[in-house]
C-alpha cells in the first residue's frame, strides 16, 4: 500500500476534515478526496461519513486507525536504518520513561557517543505498555522502564533502583492530602503507598510522569513521591525539602531487549554494557 494513502488518511482523520488535511499536506482537496476513495476502494470499506460538519470515522476507519499508524511509523524507521548518515555502520533505537531520561539515560547517550561514534542513535520517550509493544514489533532495540512485563524473546534485566521520596515544597508541612500530587509509579508502590496510608482518600491530582508532578510541585507547591535522583538537585538548591520520618518505596528499573539479538549484534552489546556501567555508578550514588 503506498504510504501516502495511509498518511492522508491520518490527516483527515486527526484535523476531522478535508480541506484542514489538504492544508496540512501541501495538496488540494481533489488530491486528498481522491486518496481517500482509492484507499477505501483498496481496503473494500468506508473509512468516514461525509457531512456538514466534516469527515468522522467509521468503525472500519477506527480499526484501520492502528494499522495506517504503524504502515507510517514503520516507513520511518526503515529510513532511518537504512539512510544512515556517511560514516555511520549502525543504527540503535532506545525508548525509556521520561524519569529515566532526567539524570541517566542522557550519561548513556554520551557513552555511546564517546564509545560507539560510528553508530546513529534514536532516542523516545514512551510508557511501558508503548515500549513493550514497539520490543515485539522490533522498532525498539532497547527498552528501560519501571514495571515491563515478561514476553517471549525479550530479555528482563534489573538495572538499579529508585528510591521515592516523600518530598514538599515547604519545609514546615510534612505528609498532607491537602496539596498531594499522586504519581503513577506503577502498581507496587499503588499496594505499598495504601499500606502506609490505609485511610487516605483518593486524590485529587494524580500525574501520569514524574515530570509532570515536579513541575506542579515547583510552581505551585504541595508534596509528593518522587525519585531521589530527579529532586536531588531541587533539595540541594532549596527549592523542595525531603519531608523527614516519611517512608521511602523502592522502585526498581529495568531494561529489556530482544534475545535472540544479544549475541550476534556487536551494537546491541556496547549499548546493553553502557547502561550496566552507568547503573552501576548510579547506583553507588544512590547508596
Keep these: 500500500m503506498d504510504t501516502e494513502l495511509a ?20 495538496v488540494t482537496q481533489s488530491t486528498v478526496s481522491a486518496r481517500i476513495h482509492t484507499l477505501e476502494t483498496t481496503l473494500g470499506a468506508r473509512l468516514f461519513h461525509r457531512g456538514r460538519n466534516g469527515a468522522e470515522l467509521t468503525p472500519s476507519g477506527k480499526r484501520f486507525l492502528r494499522h495506517a499508524k504503524h504502515l507510517v511509523r514503520t516507513l520511518e524507521q526503515a529510513m532511518h536504518d537504512v539512510g544512515l548518515p556517511q560514516g555511520f555502520r549502525d543504527v540503535l533505537t532506545l525508548s525509556g520513561r521520561l524519569a529515566v531520561w532526567e539524570g541517566f539515560l542522557p ?5 555511546m557517543r564517546e564509545t560507539a561514534p560510528d553508530v546513529s542513535l534514536r532516542l523516545e520517550i514512551g510508557f511501558e505498555a508503548d515500549i513493550m509493544e514497539s520490543l515485539i514489533e522490533g522498532t525498539v532495540d532497547i527498552g528501560v522502564l519501571y514495571t515491563p512485563t515478561s514476553r517471549p524473546g525479550l530479555v528482563v534485566e534489573p ?3 529508585e528510591t521515592l521520596l516523600l518530598v514538599s515544597s ?12 499522586h504519581v503513577d509509579w506503577g502498581p507496587e508502590f499503588h499496594a505499598r503507598f495504601s499500606d502506609f496510608h490505609p485511610d487516605a482518600p483518593p486524590p485529587t491530582l494524580v500525574a501520569n510522569i514524574g515530570w509532570l508532578g515536579v513541575q506542579q510541585l515547583l510552581t505551585y507547591g504541595g508534596c509528593g513521591f518522587f525519585p531521589r535522583r530527579l529532586v536531588r538537585r531541587y533539595i540541594k538548591e532549596g527549592l523542595l525539602w525531603h519531608v523527614p520520618d ?20 556487536p551494537t546491541l552489546n556496547i549499548a546493553l554494557e553502557g547502561l550496566r556501567r552507568l547503573a552501576i555508578e548510579e547506583q553507588a550514588r544512590a547508596d
Design 107 to 111: 550519561h548513556w547517550v554520551a557513552w
Design 246 to 265: 516519611s517512608p521511602q518505596f523502592n522502585l526498581p528499573t529495568y531494561m529489556v531487549f530482544p534475545r535472540d539479538s544479544e549475541s550476534d549484534t
Design 7 to 26: 498518511r492522508t488518511f491520518l490527516a483527515v482523520a486527526a484535523t476531522g476534515n478535508f480541506v484542514a488535511a489538504a492544508s496540512r499536506l501541501h
Design 170 to 181: 515547604d519545609r514546615r508541612r510534612g505528609w498532607s492530602d491537602d496539596g498531594y500530587i
Design 159 to 161: 538495572l538499579f533502583e
